[in-house]
């Protein structure tokens, strides 16, 4: 079946701008993470979603962050008045379940000039 | 909240060798401990994992070991070869997921 997707690839913004990132999971998969990677870096976590709730959502550097999953499926992040340092990869996995193997999506690479 | 230390950084080693990968966590309910591998560009990828019922797994040449009194877990590739060559990130899990900040194989044909 198909895998973790994510649009766009790639994002160019102007700071202060407002960006939406979206993320496709594995058909039946309940568990949702987005990530945030930097050149260089791990992944870091954000949210995680159980469902349609935020079972965790203690990664959020700041409150221009949030996200959304309203059906228990595609989720979107959305990020206000982005700034210079918000450019990274945003990732997103899911699993069946919360404590289970983590497939991941190719990522969004946001760039904000 | 937990944090996950990896180390080297960087490993370099010559095709045949052995790589071992450490890393320490400091949250005690951790329960789940996967490794990825994300070659350049790509997605991370599972390569293997381990549950804290148990200290060690094994698949083909990977390895992981863990011990949980004193909160560490290691991989071990045997058999380097050069398609090793990645970052490898290991985790640790309770109710959301930590990275370490990932090592870089090299593996010198």
């Known amino acids: 079946g198909a895998g973790v997707s994510q649009t766009p690839s790639n994002k160019v913004t102007e700071k202060g701008k407002y960006v939406e990132l979206r993320c496709d999971p594995i058909s039946g998969h309940t568990a949702l993470y987005w990530y945030r990677q930097s050149l260089g870096q791990g992944p870091e976590f954000l949210i995680y979603f159980q469902g349609t709730g935020a079972a965790d959502d203690s990664g959020l550097p700041n409150d221009r962050f949030f996200a959304v999953r309203p059906e228990g499926s595609v989720s979107t992040l959305k990020i206000q008045r982005t700034e210079r340092g918000d450019s990274a990869v945003y990732l997103c996995?899911?699993?069946?379940?919360?404590?289970?193997?983590?497939?991941f999506g190719p990522g969004t690479r946001l760039t904000v000039l | 909240g937990e944090n996950v230390e990896q180390h080297p950084s960087t490993l370099s080693v010559q095709e045949g060798d052995s790589a071992v990968i450490k890393c320490t966590y400091s949250?005690?309910?951790?329960?789940?401990f996967p490794w990825y591998k994300q070659e350049l560009g790509k997605r991370p990828q599972l390569i293997i994992d381990?549950?804290?019922?148990?200290g060690e797994k094994k698949d083909q040449r990977i390895a992981v070991t863990l011990n949980k009194t004193a909160k560490h877990f290691s991989l071990h590739i045997t058999e380097t070869q050069p398609e090793d060559s990645a970052v490898y990130f290991c985790?640790?899990?309770?109710?959301?997921?930590?990275f370490g900040a990932g090592t870089r194989l090299t593996v010198k044909p």
């Open positions: 996995a899911s699993s069946f379940g919360g404590l289970g193997e983590q497939f």
């Open positions: 985790a640790a899990y309770d109710n959301d997921m930590r």
């Open positions: 381990i549950r804290s019922n148990v």
């Open positions: 949250d005690s309910a951790s329960n789940y």
